[in-house]
């Protein structure tokens, strides 16, 4: 295992810029010159609360440029407003957890945790963004509105160098949404199969081999493309804990959620520690498709309590180990959130798409039927192949919207592989972005990470 303890660092301040229009590919070149995908799904952040004070570029749609505000009292119109504004009193650890069950989203997103999907349906009721303020309050019982404020408040580039850095060096998408309105392990089946399998929670058939559907392991088994799940998510010295384990503590990485991942042996051969991948960088060994599950939730993953310097100390890490690579020139290194983890957001999640399976989830007495996606997440493309500080807004092809679907959308394109659900059928991709001649300019170096109050 990787700890990554806290040490003294120094801010380097983002570099403003413009953003340029990207040159489209409109050929299949882009496939010859991807060789290695490296997904790294770091924990529970709204694209607001993250990239919503990025300064590079006015054409992010953050809360620089657009004021938010939530009731303390959704259900009152005189209630006191609290208004989005930047971490001044920042906390590199936040003690309070956001409430991110569905039933609590609904709350975040329509002012009610029993909201009516028929009327979503039709257009009749939309998702306010409202209730975050609320939602805090009731979770933990208080009035404070200093306390809670910090749901709705957002980082400035100084709180986060790194990945500040990453946007304005790569790709950065301003509407890319999380697949399910709910926490972390149904998005995270989402982000690997399409689907959840009806799941809304974070249930134990996650824990070892619990779900059916096949997975995008299995796929890229069956095709004989090469995979590794790196994990710095488990003190187990496998990688992954079975049921019989005792004693060690972590989570699962994700594809050992799928019954054929143990079935197949694939957990044994396929899953490796996180320091694999640092050497496998490192020697040029990386698979074809890497896979990366940080710690949770005490050092790198985001997720609070997990302090943001160290956070940012791992994707540090991650970044600086693929870009000394010499597997450089051929990698794609997509960075994203599996979901808002209950911080605010302001732009309403889409509605109507298709769901991964003809599957429910009920929670609270509310069917939840998979067909609005969640709260937008900040997600970055980084490699060579892309243009240096590029906004990507709604998605171009496919008619869909971009979420972690459009990852296994993506690839299905990129290894003539079938897509694995309507869902990732639907979700658009982002070969487009993809440009004719590799840059030589992406820095070989990120800031440090800065530790704060």
Known sequence: MVLLGTISLFCIAATALASPVHSGNNNNNWKNNIKNVVVLVQENRSFDTFAGGLTYSKDINGLLHHKYCNPANVTDAHSTQVCADKLTSAHDVDADDPNHSMSGINLQLYGTTDPNEALIKSGKLKANMQGFITEQERTYGTTNLTRVSDVINYYTVNHIPVFSSMAENFVLFDRWFCDVSGPTNPNRAYITSGTSNGHGSNDKSFDYGGLPQKSIFQQLSEKNITWINYSNSTTSPKGYMTPEDKGYTGFNPDSVFYNWTVASGAAKTNVKHFEQFITDA??????AFS???????SFDSFHPPSPIDLGEKFLKIVYEALRGSPQWNQTLFILTFDEHGGFADHVPPPVNVPAGDSKTYVE?????????????????????????GVVEHKGSNNGGEYSHSSVLGFLAKLWDLDNLTPRTAWSSTFEHLFIDKPRTDTPAKLPEPVVFA
């Open 282 to 287: 490192k020697n040029g060994d990386l698979p």
């Open 291 to 297: 896979y990366i599950n940080p710690e949770c939730c």
């Open 364 to 388: 609270k007495n509310h069917t939840f039927d998979f067909t609005r996606l969640g709260v937008r997440v900040p997600t970055i493309l980084m490699s060579p192949w892309v243009n240096k």
